[in-house]
């Protein structure tokens, strides 16, 4: 019997036994479980199994495996069941089922509302750090010109850094009212439409009085993105609610001016007061928790922010940023809530030196760490601290000293804070401000990262350990080839699976990942999969596809090519090896709206269409089209330069390693 084979006999095991098991089907890095019961299934050994990248709980049971090896475990899972005496059409009809059964577990009022909250801002990321940059550079600049050694044509230019540093958040509710249009179902257009009423100069000339309150008057902003969210809702759900009632023939005059008028006028009498009120509420709540209790308030956010993340749910988080970055300016709970992440640094470094016999950790480690460091703690929450389990609680404790630390600079000298949502780590460095200035501001923050790192080291390297922890993960692995964590070839060995030896004397050798698709370039961890988002199959970006054509984001061999189309992978004659993941969901469809124009084995060049896609076929019918790429064998080609636009998204560089690993 095969590796593969002894594989999946074990994972059959583990997940219940064969009665257990409703379903099997694999996509390109993952093998999909439908489980009778949940209850059966033995998450800790499964996870550490030689040979298992990691595990995603979700609509069904995945194992991921990665490219090549989820198809050979697959189909000696299918045996294992075959031998055992399932029935494959009993097993998918009552897999069928329990899917159904589980997507509707998932689809609860307050998971849907979390994820539509982030829908509505997470596009608008980009934007606020951008602008947040550039009003962070403004700032310096006039403290330049304020102490009379700038030249004059840095006075100059000052205003019209205001300008384009404080456009997009004067306008924010606009942008606001377009995205929570779409997702409300309804009319972009509208929702900003409705939305600009909030920022509209002339509306300070609308009073009214209202019993008890008296006279109220209207101020441009009052609101802001909450009342942005409450018009463009209202109005989508009237224009939802008109269609079909409306005869054809005036419906696009009757629709949109009913929806636009209703939701103006409650936009105007109801949700800009009301709003106003909320909003003004979070700022000063939010400021005074701080001036009061900011080192406890600290400790607790700084230490609760990781297990919300789990859950999904940090991103209701976001509006109460947005507000707080309107009413004074930055966010001061953004700058708390990073020292989340300090911990998880510090903790990963501690792992890195008790575990010290357990190569496969320690070189995860030291592919995770840089990206951390730069705030994108994903990987070390996944790959390191949460599988050890009792590090990620003393990683949290590092996060909360850390928080603390950051409370307290906001409580006994200044709030500080982050003028822009998004980045975290050293990255946020730039997006820093304080009314005590710029300079106070990286200092509180940089404190706070250092108490992080230090606490989150100590606490895990004294206390993260039990003998029993220790003596199942400290044993001697580094000769075990299968350790997909920590061997290249077993992680990814598409490329000599296909017969290629490049490699020899490529390090320092850069190499450009295109965009496989026209659209916009998002974060891996912006993607709603935590397999991709969790950095489990490695680093990498996504892409929001506006062309069905999707192409090699690098120069020579598809190693892997899925005939549903929703996966492939390129392996360069340097031995870089990329992954194309094609939506989420899209396995499902089995090659419907898929139309592959190339085959695998074929030697293609950067930009050769790979698979055509239907957009609009399939765009309905899958959870996202949000197209992942990821660089499998980081650990020898890591990744340089990043670009949000301007350039291919991502640059990698060969290393030494690169050369001995194909060698």
């Not at 909320?278 to 400021?287: D, K, L, P, Q, V």
């Not at 450009?512 to 709603?528: F, N, Q, T, W």
């Not at 698979?611 to 340089?640: C, H, M, Q, Y």
């Amino acid at each position: 019997m095969s590796a593969n084979d002894d594989l999946a006999s074990e994972l059959l095991k583990l997940l219940g036994g064969p009665g257990n098991i409703a379903g099997v089907e694999n996509c390109m890095t993952r093998m999909r479980v439908s489980l009778v019961d949940r209850d059966l299934v033995d998450d800790g050994a499964i996870t550490s199994l030689s040979g298992v990248l990691g595990v995603v709980d979700d609509d069904t049971y995945q194992v991921v495996l990665g490219p090549g090896k989820v198809t050979k475990v697959t189909d000696g899972f299918r045996r294992a069941l075959g031998a055992s005496g399932a029935d494959a059409e009993a097993l998918a009809a009552r897999g069928a089922a329990i899917k159904a059964g589980q997507k509707q577990r998932n689809n609860t009022p307050f998971k849907n509302f979390i994820r539509k909250i982030a829908n509505i801002f997470v596009p608008l990321i980009p934007a606020l750090i951008g602008a947040g940059i550039v009003a962070a550079v403004r700032g310096l600049l006039v403290n330049w010109v304020t102490v009379g050694t700038a030249p004059e044509f840095v006075e100059a230019v000052v205003p019209a850094l205001t300008v384009i540093g404080s456009a997009f958040f004067a306008f924010l509710p606009i942008f606001a009212g377009i995205n929570a249009a779409k997702e409300f179902g309804g009319t972009p257009a509208l929702g900003g439409a409705v939305a600009a009423i909030i920022v509209f100069a002339g509306i300070s000339d609308v009073q009214y009085s209202l019993p008890v309150l008296g006279d109220i008057v209207l101020a441009p902003g009052q609101g802001g993105v909450i009342g942005a969210i409450f018009a463009a809702g209202l109005c989508a759900w009237i224009e939802r609610s008109l269609r079909g009632k409306i005869p054809d023939a005036i419906d696009i005059l009757v629709t949109p001016t009913l929806a636009l008028l209703i939701s103006g006028l409650a936009t105007i009498f109801v949700f800009m007061f009301v709003a106003g009120n909320i909003a003004t509420a979070i700022g000063t709540g939010a400021i005074w928790l701080l001036d009061n209790s900011g080192l406890l308030a600290g400790f607790v956010l700084g230490g609760l922010f990781l297990p919300l993340v789990m859950l999904g749910l940090h991103q209701a988080l976001i509006p109460i940023h947005a507000t707080l970055i309107e009413q004074v300016g930055f966010t001061p709970l953004l700058t708390i809530l990073a020292m989340a992440g300090a911990g998880q640094v510090g903790a990963a470094l501690a792992i890195y030196f008790r575990l010290n016999r357990n190569t496969s950790l320690r070189t995860t480690i030291k592919g995770a760490l840089p990206v951390g460091i730069l705030g994108v703690g994903e990987p070390l929450i996944y790959a390191v601290t949460l599988p050890l389990g009792r590090p990620f609680l003393t990683a949290c404790l590092g996060g909360a000293v850390g928080g603390a630390v950051a409370g307290a600079f906001n409580q006994f000298a200044g709030a500080f804070g982050a003028t822009a949502i998004g980045p975290s780590g050293w990255a946020l460095l730039p997006l820093l401000q304080s009314d005590n200035g710029q300079g106070y501001a990286i200092l509180a923050y940089v404190v706070g990262l250092l108490a992080g790192y230090i606490s989150g080291f100590l606490i895990t390297y004294l206390w993260g350990f039990t003998p029993a922890l220790l003596a199942e993960h400290n044993a001697g692995q580094g000769d075990e080839e299968t350790e997909l964590l920590g061997d290249e070839a077993a992680r990814a060995g598409s490329a000599a699976a296909a017969g290629q030896t490049g490699g020899a004397g490529v390090a320092g050798r850069r190499i450009d990942v295109l965009a496989p698709v026209e659209g916009a370039v998002i974060r891996l961890s912006d993607v709603e999969d935590e397999a991709f988002s969790a950095g489990t199959m490695g680093d990498g970006f996504a892409v929001e596809p506006t062309s069905g054509d999707f192409r090699s984001p690098v120069s020579g061999t598809i190693t892997a090519l899925f005939p549903t189309g929703h996966a492939f992978g390129v392996t360069t004659p340097e031995g870089l090896e990329v992954l194309v993941h094609i939506g989420l969901g899209t396995v499902d469809l089995h090659g419907e709206g898929f139309d592959l124009k190339r085959a695998e084995g074929d030697v293609v060049a950067a930009g050769d269409v790979i698979v055509k896609v239907d957009l609009e076929a399939v765009r309905a019918r899958v959870r996202s089209l949000a197209t992942p790429v990821v660089v499998l064998n980081g650990a020898a080609f890591p990744i340089v330069e990043r670009r949000s636009q301007g350039g291919p998204p991502l640059t990698v560089e060969a290393v030494a390693a690169a050369a001995s690993a194909r060698s």
